[in-house]
């Protein structure tokens, strides 16, 4: 499974190790809870949190669908689900089933158009029928894009489709058969209970004796995403090993099926006496298969669980490891196999060593330009090389880097780097070194630890730069010859010489010795005359040295009190720029109370402003109260004057009893008529 996640995250080992566990769950078909991995999340900022959970929803529901869709085609189940409303056993999840689990997106209307044209193309990938109008009445907030965006998106997949299936995959089937299967979309884009799992079909080959061509005879190892059977040939009633994909990774990824594939690709053309042989692969009623020699025997990582091997015996398995896989690097198209560990190292009853599992090798392969494509980051970290957890500049150099690890592992009996946790592990192989083997296990010779640390150099330039030269030194070391990991004096390539040549060693050893005594016993007199005169020169040197001594004492004493001075200098203005700065500081501080003093009085006058204001505008509701009341009080005396006036009038109206004529408004008499 490559790996989906943006360095953006790295940083934190928080969010790297959640998306790890996510990872490492689906590669053994053990899907983690996501309302765990979010609890764990929950100290992180939002803006991440809202974005890794988005992340995991999108890569667990894109492996879902793949698993439905492996599932449909292994049970040869046709019908779809298209709208919407069947149960999670019926089809795998929609947008709709992770929202109780996001803590950011909570509502359908929340979502963005392109998370939802994205689950509309992965259900058409996985050969599900989804409809447009479908997904404008779930969405109906994003109407205006997805009736845009979704037409398109099915008419590229439509186009996709025609295309492939104009063709045919071929796989080799059992007996060396080619077999034909229909080509598989690998679209996958885009967030379902933990619990979640397709409804798996019937085992139609694995639970029964007969596996094809196969006879079952029992089970030899399992893994986490392979279980390895002894098995016999029906045919030809050969006795071979078959690997199978266990029974969750009937629904593993696209990925981890050609990962699985890919060992019988890659270990198929190397035929060599230790590398274990490829005979057979393929899938029958969907279950994928290899089928290998059989070793009967043991792996290295059982020999060494016990105790380390001694010297001789791991120099003599990693130097037939070491040839093997020069082997595969000097291909035409070279093979590196990338997890070398004592785990994959079998040995027969006769100690012979067997390379085995080449699931995660690499094919070297370069595109236009020349240069190697980026790989992706595969291994096991205790025995990777730097430059394989980073997934570039991988090559043979690689190769030697693990075998060096595994060299180290049965020394010792441990890996050179192996830590609590997996970032932990990683970070060692990048940032330290390993501890010399010789620490561990005090036996280890001296020579066979410099092979092993020159594996082990993070600089792959300063590596053996190819297995053969790996496995020529540490032939040079078990012949007992100097090693160029560890070059030696004269003296100690005479005395390897000796071990290899005894018998001639002997004898020279006596000539030399006769001769010696001779020429020994000439000198005795003269070498302790000239000792007696070495002593007095060394006498007078000694002097000499201790009246240069006493000179560069006193040089280094000047020297001190001028240093003492120069440092009592700066010490005096430093002190004087200490105390300016606390005068400045101490100003500081009592304009800032003045103004604080100036800033409350300031506050004081508009506080008084204040009361003064609101006293004004009471004074002058209370003059306008007066004014409106002095108004009423003359609109009355004006209407009682009015009335008084009127009065008057109506009375000077009314003539006199008898009298003739009537009076104006003034009182005067008018005449009659």
């Not at 793949?66 to 999670?88: E, F, H, L, P, Y």
């Not at 990925?255 to 019988?264: D, G, P, V, Y």
């Amino acid at each position: 499974m490559s790996d989906p996640y943006p360095t953006l995250f790295a940083s934190d080992d928080v969010v790297e190790q959640v998306l790890n566990d996510f990872q490492s769950a689906w590669k053994r078909g053990e899907p983690a809870s996501l309302a765990t991995l979010f609890v764990r999340l929950q100290g992180e900022p939002e803006s991440v949190r809202e974005s890794i959970e988005l992340l995991l929803l999108l890569q667990d529901q894109t492996f879902r669908w793949q698993m439905w869709k492996r599932q449909r085609i292994a049970t040869q189940d046709t019908a779809v689900v298209s709208d919407g409303t069947a149960s999670m056993s019926q089809r795998a999840p929609l947008l709709e089933d992770y929202l109780q689990h996001c803590s950011g997106v909570t509502k359908l209307e929340t979502l963005p158009s392109e998370m939802i044209a994205h689950e509309f193309r992965l259900r058409l990938g996985c050969g599900d029928s989804p409809t447009v109008n479908e997904y404008l009445e779930r969405f109906p907030h994003q109407q205006s894009q997805l009736a845009v965006i979704l037409p398109a998106a099915m008419t590229a997949i439509d186009s996709f489709r025609t295309a492939t299936n104009r063709g045919t995959q071929t796989a080799i089937g059992p007996g060396g058969q080619p077999k034909t299967q229909p080509s598989e979309s690998t679209e996958s884009t885009l967030p379902v209970p933990a619990d979640y799992r397709p409804q798996p079909r019937k085992d139609h080959g694995a639970s029964s004796a007969n596996f094809g061509q196969y006879e079952i005879l029992g089970e030899i190892a399992r893994g986490a995403m392979g279980i390895v059977y002894r098995a016999r040939h029906v045919t030809i009633e050969k006795i071979v090993a078959l690997k199978m994909i266990k029974k969750e990774g009937q629904f593993a990824s696209d990925h981890q099926i050609e990962q699985f594939l890919s060992e019988a690709k890659n270990a198929g053309r190397l035929e060599h006496d230790n590398i274990v042989r490829i005979y057979d692969a393929g899938q029958v009623n969907g279950q994928y298969f290899i089928a290998m020699a059989f070793i009967e025997g043991q792996s290295l990582s059982d020999l060494v669980r016990d105790k380390p091997l001694s010297a001789q015996r791991a120099a003599e398995a990693v130097e037939t490891v070491a040839r093997a896989l020069h082997f595969g690097h000097t291909q035409p198209q070279p093979v590196i196999h990338r997890d070398i560990k004592p785990a994959n190292i079998l040995l027969d009853k006769s100690g012979r060593c067997y390379v085995t599992d080449f699931g995660i090798a690499k094919r070297v392969e370069r595109d236009a330009s020349g240069n190697e494509a980026k790989d992706d980051v595969a291994g096991t970290p205790s025995y990777m090389p730097p430059e394989q957890t980073f997934g570039r500049d991988i090559g043979p150099w690689s190769d030697v880097y693990s075998t060096g690890a595994m060299l180290y592992h049965l020394l010792t009996g441990k890996p050179p780097f192996l830590a609590d946790s997996l970032m932990e592990t990683i970070r060692q192989v990048r940032d330290s070194e390993p501890l010399p083997p010789s620490e561990l296990n005090p036996k280890v010779d001296p020579d066979l630890e410099a092979v092993c640390l020159k594996c082990l150099e993070k600089d792959r330039t300063k590596r053996y730069q190819s297995a053969a030269e790996l496995a020529d030194d540490l032939r040079r070391f078990l012949n007992h010859e100097p090693t160029y990991a560890r070059p030696i004096s004269p003296f100690g390539q005479f005395a390897k010489w000796c071990y290899r040549k005894p018998v001639i060693a002997a004898m020279t050893l006596v000539i030399v010795v006769l001769l010696g005594w001779v020429a020994v016993s000439a000198k005795i007199e003269s070498n302790e005359q000239a000792r007696l005169r070495t002593i007095a020169e060394d006498n007078a040197q000694k002097a000499e040295d201790q009246r240069k001594k006493a000179e560069a004492n006193e040089k280094l004493a000047n020297e001190n009190e001028k240093l003492a001075s120069d440092n009592a200098k700066k010490e005096a203005i430093q002190r004087k720029k200490a105390e300016e700065n606390e005068k400045r500081a101490s100003d500081n501080e009592k304009l800032a109370l003045d103004n604080a003093k100036k800033e409350e009085i300031q506050r004081k006058k508009a506080e008084e402003n204040a009361i003064l204001a609101k006293k004004n505008e009471g004074l002058a509701k209370a003059s306008e109260a007066n004014a409106i009341e002095q108004r009423a009080l003359a609109e009355s005396n004006l209407q009682r004057a009015i009335q008084t006036v009127n009065v008057i009038l109506t009375r000077s109206a009314d003539p006199l009893p008898g009298r003739q004529g009537s009076q104006d408004a003034l009182g005067r008499r008018r005449p009659p008529g």
